[in-house]
């Protein structure tokens, strides 16, 4: 995409809770992104949620608030459709002054543990389905959303309801033209379990490509539904008494001559496969923080509320937290289905991606495939609230080898500061913080 069409133009990295992080710039700046102009502090990618420090950082005082340089990523510039002026942005991403990259970046995160399939002559192909909700945030209690056909406020789910969508149709294809225009491969948009609640599928690529994209998609979506009048929110449980939203994520991987090596010709799959899935497994629970990142991840993960909350697989099973799909052999994939709506994708993906590589690295044996009802079967659990998920992640060795100390440190002290700040919030107020950050 040309920048010098637009008058200015914008610049983001991702911080530690998924956030955009950057400047509105000049177009005369835009030949010289590749130079290291671009400079913010490295702690600009390790604030808190509510855009603040974190206290006793040695990212701060300690360096003297240092800058880092914003690089271009590889997924190069987009418009933005949801701006009354348009404006392009460019995906950054950042690293020290001597051009190494910045640990305490997530993108970063990611490619290092790509960095450990390529060594294999692997590369991984993923794909993402994001749940949001559309609600009313206007006024001190957050409400359901109106229905565009009655103004009355929607009392029920429409699960896969083509007249839900109906109601809906101005947003939804402008959120199919908009994508196209930012080249975000977006395909099934259905109708969810929620009141108000939408899920939409990204085509599954290049796992770095994908990541960029969610990032970018969950963005997409939040301004465009603020263009049509409506609030949508990626809050991991916007209502109490309602289905939460998910991130689910799908990954194969592919081998120099394009096979993927976890098909074996058979529903079953391959020993690979099941040593990824064992990763999936021994992983997860320590990596509760990434998949529940925020006080009201946890309204989510409770039992019984179509959330895995129990480290299990199974085949064709949605009822647990990796499920191995049906389809031809060939296609042969891993889906996880524990992260929240509200998680940064570039964690995510590299929490799930790194413990599938550790599992196929150490040659793990998963447990039996759990046929049936995963919720009534007994298996290692999530951490049941923050606090514990925090210092589960803060202390687990296999965390340790997934990523860098730098960024398990910088996330530990900002989830540790939220949580202090948000312990004396009441539970009922905790949407007032979340609806338009995650």
Known sequence: MDLTQFQTFRVAACDLNGR??????????ADKLSTGSVRMPLSSLNLDIFGADIENSPLVFDTGDVDGVLLPTDRGPVPLPWLEVPQGLVPMVMHHEDGTPFAGDP??????????YAAKGWHVEAATELEFTLVDGKGNTLKNIRDPRNGRRMKSPGILSLGQMDAFDGFLSALYEAGLEMGLPVETAVSEAGIGQFELTLHHQNALRAA??????????????????YVATFMAKPFDDDTGNGMHMHFSVMDKAGNNVFNDGTAEGTDILRAAVAGCLAAMPPSTLIFAPHANSYARLVPGAHAPTGAGWGYENRTTAVRIPGGPPAARRIEHRVAGGDINPYLSFAAILGAAITGIEDGLTPPPPISGNAYEVEMPQLAADWATAIDWFAEDQMIARIFHPDLIRNLVMTKRQELAYMSPIPKEDHWKTYLETV
């Open 107 to 116: 993108r970063h995160a990611l490619v290092s543990v790509l960095n450990r």
């Open 20 to 29: 955009m992080r950057g400047k509105r710039l000049p177009v005369a700046h």
């Open 212 to 229: 960029d994209d969610t990032w970018l998609f969950k963005t997409l979506i939040k301004g465009l539904a603020r263009q049509h009048g």
